[in-house]
């Protein structure tokens, strides 16, 4: 079992409606999650980050996060074809110290069709 | 605004050839990170530094080792380059806090021939 797994995509919506993107982990004691957005031949971009059970949002962007059930997910609102990228999903766990161990899923690649 | 500097956008190496990616970042971040890129696979880590002059293995560390001598300067050394290294190269950092998002470089495309 893959420690964080994404579905590869391509998922496509038309321009204006909502993109849910999703993620699930293997690793109970994981303790933050982050998406990030990369787009072609570009390094990737940090989108947003959830660390609490529930729901986060930032703009047209909301993070939903369930522990019980390990599973992340990213809806994008009024989808843009700028939102056309591949979406990274990343796990944290830590212990004291320093020690960061961040595990990215392979992502899901979004076309917002005009 | 977070930098994450990579040297070099692109690189051609040849095989057996000892290869540095230097990545430097100016926020004073403790922690920096090497990743590789490849269709498929996602990021994999490579190595990770949370202080001057410590390093942990990551996922995938054979062929690779590590410098970091100054904290804003985490070095990436392939001793003797491989073909299987070709790939996206990413450097990244964060703060100490465990919950501190990474920070990304631009990414070296490195091509070993």
């Known amino acids: 079992q893959k420690e964080v797994e994404q579905n590869s995509g391509p998922l496509s919506v038309p321009e204006g409606a909502i993109a849910s993107l999703n993620c699930t982990y293997s690793?109970?004691?994981?303790?933050?999650f982050f998406w990030y957005r990369q787009y072609s031949g570009k390094s990737p971009e940090l989108i947003m980050f959830?660390?609490?059970?529930g729901d986060k949002e930032d703009g047209r962007f909301t993070a939903q996060l369930n522990k019980a059930s390990q599973y992340v997910s990213l809806l994008i609102r009024d989808s843009q074809p700028s939102d056309s990228a591949t979406y990274l999903c990343?796990?944290?766990?830590?212990?004291?110290?320093?020690?960061?161990?961040?595990?990215f899923g392979t992502g899901t690649k979004l076309q917002v069709i005009p | 605004d977070v930098k994450v500097t990579q040297s070099s956008r692109y690189l051609v190496k040849r095989t057996g050839e000892k290869v540095f990616l230097e990545c430097v970042q100016d926020?004073?971040?403790?922690?920096m990170f090497w990743y590789r890129q490849d269709p498929g696979l996602g990021l994999r880590l490579i190595y990770f530094?949370?202080?001057?002059?410590?390093?942990e293995k990551g996922d995938i560390p054979e062929g690779y080792s590590v410098s970091r001598e100054k904290k804003e300067r985490f070095s990436l050394i392939l001793e003797s380059a491989s073909t299987n290294q070709t790939s996206m190269y990413l450097c990244?950092?964060?703060?100490?806090?465990?919950?501190?998002?990474?920070?990304f470089g631009n990414g070296t495309r490195l091509t070993v021939t």
């Open positions: 959830i660390y609490s059970n």
């Open positions: 530094s949370y202080d001057v002059k410590m390093k």
């Open positions: 926020m004073d971040h403790e922690n």
């Open positions: 690793d109970r004691g994981s303790q933050s």
């Open positions: 990244a950092s964060s703060f100490l806090e465990g919950s501190s998002p990474l920070h």
């Open positions: 990343a796990v944290n766990k830590y212990r004291s110290g320093g020690y960061q161990k961040v595990t």
